[in-house]
């Protein structure tokens, strides 16, 4: 029997695949743009159908009609992080939590920690040898793909077909699902004055030949574009973006002096413009790879000069980073922060910069704090943090006492709040 035989059998509408779905699954759903709108919206259509299904995912970047309160019972989000279309479910308490470090999902699905009944993921047109390219969000994806009973696939010609192990071929796919709807452009962030001082601040510790992971956020992309004029600079990363697009554009990056995978950048999510998934198709200098692959300090502290640059939202006295909740309150999750501060630790030459504006709501409140907030999610541990950078300078604090780091982040701080900082410190004697 032809593939295209075998594919014309295994395709049908939206609605008729979700039927795929069981009461009680699990379903996993990809990063970000990597999730298949076509099928997530039938599955909201039905929701009422089911009862105890559950989507998993680290990243959702819309808002489904199925990421309902008054549903949960027949169908709840599941969230590895939270975003905009997540938070305030996962702040209420009807949008369930796994923590996790990002790099340790896969092991987690092939484990059965993490169950994987059922994959819905976007997916490139098939190639003359049947294969499929999960190329937005190879991620936890795949180890899911092998555990799964149903992978239900919505092919779109948008999706790029990338290089690196995100393939499956058809003979592992129970539906097909036809779409051709642009994959959703997710622009790059706001940068102001702050995020430009601290992207400066960032930039002249980068040295030409460096190998880059860059987070998602307005000072991580203030960094970037400050790069520009920098030479064989190197990407091994989670997420590659416009702003890693316009480093290629500028002849910055050309990984010729990676001693790990030269020539090759490596991501395991995408997350942009039209343009950067066109970039993306058939790129034999990029490859997409699960993130127990990109993520894993071990091989990603291969590269030597690894620059790591990662946001928290507060930071204490011992340099403990509450990345991902206001106190209690859940706000996104630890994500690769972890992963990468880890990795560039290992890497020889390697530093990790965790960034932070020194203040937040309108300069009244300073984000270097003698204690984290009661409740704080801690991200990044006192043990692993190496730079920490405001718009105020760059405290090293990897090496360095408690006294020595409470001087180093009180000296970057925002200097209305330096003074009740020092006294702070002096009655914990830190000072």
Same mark, same amino acid.
């Given at each position: ?24 699954? +699990? ?11 076509? #099928?997530?919206? &039938? ?36 969230? +590895? ?24 999902? /896969? ?37 899911? @793909? ?6 239900? #696939? ?7 077909? &990338?290089?690196? *192990?995100?393939? #499956? ?19 790059? /962030? ?78 395991? +999510? ?19 790879? /699960? ?34 909740? #206001? ?16 990795? &560039? ?16 709501? *309108?300069?009244?409140?300073?984000? @270097? ?13 006192? *043990?692993?943090? *190496? ?14 006492? &408690? ?13 209305? +709040? ?14």
């Amino acid at each position: 029997m032809s593939l295209q035989t075998i594919y014309q059998q295994k395709l049908c509408s939206a609605a008729d695949a979700v039927r795929h779905v069981r009461n009680g699954d +699990f379903i996993v759903v990809p990063t970000g743009v990597g999730e298949p709108p076509a #099928l997530l919206t &039938a599955l909201s259509e039905q929701r009422r159908d089911f009862w105890d299904v559950k989507v998993a995912q680290i990243l959702a970047v819309r808002k489904y009609a199925y990421i309902d309160p008054t549903t949960t019972q027949h169908v709840r989000h599941v969230a +590895f992080f939270f975003g905009a279309a997540t938070r305030a479910g996962g702040q209420e308490g009807w949008i369930d939590f796994i923590p996790n470090h990002f790099s340790e999902i /896969p092991e987690q699905i092939t484990r059965g920690q993490i169950p994987s009944d059922v994959v819905f993921s976007m997916a490139s047109p098939m190639d003359a040898e049947g294969n499929f390219a999960i190329s937005l969000a190879a991620d936890y994806t795949m180890a899911a @793909i092998a555990k799964a009973r149903a992978v239900v #696939l919505e092919v779109n010609p948008n999706v790029p077909y &990338a290089h690196g *192990n995100c393939k #499956l071929h058809i003979s592992q796919v129970a539906a097909l699902v036809e779409s051709s709807e642009p994959v959703l452009e997710v622009g790059l /962030p706001k940068i102001g004055p702050v995020q430009e001082a601290i992207g400066r601040y960032v930039a002249d510790f980068i040295e030409d030949g460096a190998t880059l992971q860059i987070g998602y956020g307005g000072i991580p992309d203030a960094v970037v574009m400050q790069l520009t004029h920098k030479h064989d600079l190197g990407i091994h990363t989670e997420m590659i973006g416009d702003g890693i697009l316009t480093l290629v554009e500028a002849g910055a990056v050309t990984n010729r002096r990676k001693n790990y995978l030269p020539g090759k950048m490596v991501a395991t +999510f995408a997350l942009g413009s039209n343009k950067l998934y066109r970039y993306m198709d058939r790129n034999p200098v990029l490859e997409m790879h /699960p993130v127990n692959y990109t993520n894993d300090p071990a091989l990603a502290g291969l590269n030597d000069n690894l620059v790591a640059i990662n946001a928290t939202l507060q930071i204490d006295l011992l340099g403990q980073c509450g990345s991902e909740s #206001l106190g209690a309150m859940p706000y996104s999750g630890t994500g690769g922060q972890a992963d990468f501060v880890r990795a &560039a630790n290992r890497s020889k030459g390697g530093k990790a910069f965790i960034v932070l504006p020194a203040t937040a709501k *309108n300069d009244t409140l300073s984000r @270097i704090v003698p204690v984290l907030s009661p409740g704080t999610h801690v991200s990044t541990g006192k *043990n692993e943090i *190496n730079y920490v950078v405001t718009e105020f300078g760059v405290a090293q604090l990897r090496g360095k006492s &408690a006294k020595q780091r409470a001087h180093e982040l009180i000296a970057i701080a925002h200097p209305n +709040f330096r003074a009740e900082l020092i006294e702070q410190a002096r009655r914990m004697k830190l000072l």
